[in-house]
T-cell receptor, first 110, second 113 residues
């Protein structure tokens, strides 16, 4: 099975940088992915790390370290529209189940 | 492409009633899944399917049934609704790649009285 932990809330001001950590316990997985969900909406895919290292997509970056069972999502140049919940997720290598963390609510203040 | 569609968007049931939440995708994705989302608890996997004719249980399967007779459709049946099943239900699909990129439907908001 999978177990993922991430902080419940983060607050920051516009223009700041926020890092959301995700630690996991798993017997084997394909990679770490991140999803964004605005209030009342559906989750949308943000990024995926199959290998260790940093992946950059515009203002967002994601990092994975398999040896440390740890990853993070980095949100740079925060904007008000980045206020949302962010979920990390892993897909089990044995049964293909995709498991999510409980989510981190990011609040961006002016 | 319509992507992943879910019906209905809102539903109110009485305890003991049964109903089916519909989910369809037009992307020819093999993997489909159902999640429920409760406040502060993230997304919990109910059932999933890796292809037509194949389904398996997720983290919280009790009280729900699924079937996958076609690649496109993956309905979720509530057998006898209970107040504990009040939640937002999301259906999702993904191609058989390792990217973990799931496409979610808009959700069904279910209230059981």
């Amino acid at each position: 099975g999978q177990s993922l932990e991430q902080p419940s809330e983060v607050t920051a001001v516009e223009g700041a940088i926020v890092q959301i950590n995700c630690t996991y316990q798993t017997s084997g997985f394909y990679g770490l992915s991140w999803y964004q969900q605005h209030d009342g909406g559906a989750p949308t895919f943000l990024s995926y790390n199959a290998l260790d290292g940093l992946e950059e997509t515009g203002r967002f970056s994601s990092f994975l370290s398999r040896s440390d069972s740890y990853g993070y999502l980095l949100l740079q140049e925060l904007q008000m529209k980045d206020s949302a919940s962010y979920f990390c997720a892993v897909r089990d290598i044995s049964d293909y189940k995709l498991s999510f963390g409980a989510g981190t609510t990011v609040t961006v203040r002016a | 492409n319509a992507g992943v569609t879910q019906t209905p968007k809102f539903q109110v049931l009485k305890t003991g009633q049964s109903m089916t939440l519909q989910c369809a995708q037009d992307m020819n994705h093999e993997y489909m899944s159902w999640y429920r989302q409760d406040p502060g608890m993230g997304l919990r996997l109910i059932h999933y399917s890796v292809g037509a004719g194949i389904t398996d249980q997720g983290e919280v399967p009790n009280g729900y049934n699924v079937s996958r007779s076609t690649t496109e459709d993956f309905p979720l049946r509530l057998l006898s609704a209970a107040p504990s099943q009040t939640s937002v239900y999301f259906c999702a699909s993904s191609p058989p790649s390792g990217r973990n990129e799931q496409f979610f439907g808009p959700g069904t908001r279910l209230t059981v009285l």
